[in-house]
T-cell receptor, first 110, second 115 residues
Framework: GQQVMQIPQYQHVQEGEDFTTYCNSS?????IQWYKQRPGGHPVFLIQ?????EVKKQKRLTFQFGEAKKNSSLHITATQTTDVGTYFC??????????FGQGTTLQVKP | DTGVSQDPRHKITKRGQNVTFRCDPI?????LYWYRQTLGQGPEFLTY????????KSRLLSDRFSAERPKGSFSTLEIQRTEQGDSAMYLC?????????????FGAGTRLSVL
């Protein structure tokens, strides 16, 4: 069945360093979404990418959708302690359900 | 609070007992989803409702699991004869029709511990 994979699983950075997480799908996606889950919290929608090669920015966060629409990345510039959490990519699995990656957990050392 | 509401937040039960969770979606969201999340993993799809119709069930949803959404409003997820492997966070999400139909809004979840 359809799979969505993310790497790395964990990332520890010093505050101010950059961070990137990568997402790969076994199938071509019509769109890809990114969610953030704070420790002890629930997934919160960040952004949706739809077009091949699309790049979107939200302040220090840059999201990319690959040309083949099978991969995506999230890059955070100059991490802050408020960026701590687990970042999930998710692709549509038909009927509106989402197929989530395993997530990348970001720890930021102040 | 106009977000997705789940109750209870935590449930501890003994193996073999039945449990029921409730989800109140954002009003006027006609799509409702249940997911299960275990430690270190992303949410896994369980089932999906559009209004009161249950349109899809995952293979993860064994015969011990049943979900309902009477009148297309709140939903309940029941687990019968719980097993230790059922211990997880059960998340509910809802989404609207139309332009933002892909975006899912999650509740805080119900954490189930089966002893």
């Amino acid at each position: 069945g359809q799979q969505v994979m993310q790497i790395p699983q964990y990332q520890h950075v010093q505050e101010g360093e950059d961070f990137t997480t990568y997402c790969n799908s076994s199938t071509t996606l019509s769109n890809i979404q990114w969610y953030k889950q704070r420790p002890g919290g629930h997934p919160v929608f960040l952004i949706q990418l739809v077009k091949s090669g699309e790049v979107k920015k939200q302040k220090r966060l840059t999201f990319q959708f690959g040309e083949a629409k099978k991969n995506s990345s999230l890059h955070i510039t100059a991490t802050q302690t408020t960026d701590v959490g687990t970042y999930f990519c998710a692709g549509p699995g038909g009927t509106g359900k989402l197929i989530f990656g395993q997530g990348t957990t970001l720890q930021v050392k102040p | 609070d106009t977000g997705v509401s789940q109750d209870p937040r935590h449930k501890i039960t003994k193996r073999g007992q039945n449990v029921t969770f409730r989800c109140d979606p954002i009003s006027e969201h006609n799509r409702l989803y249940w997911y299960r999340q275990t430690l270190g993993q992303g949410p896994e799809f369980l089932t999906y409702f559009q209004n009161e119709a249950q349109l899809e069930k995952s293979r993860l949803l064994s015969d011990r699991f049943s979900a309902e959404r009477p009148k297309g409003s709140f939903s309940t997820l029941e687990i019968q004869r719980t097993e230790q492997g059922d211990s997880a966070m059960y998340l509910c999400a809802s989404s609207p029709v139309g332009g933002e139909a892909n975006i899912q809004y999650f509740g805080a979840g119900t954490r189930l511990s089966v002893l």
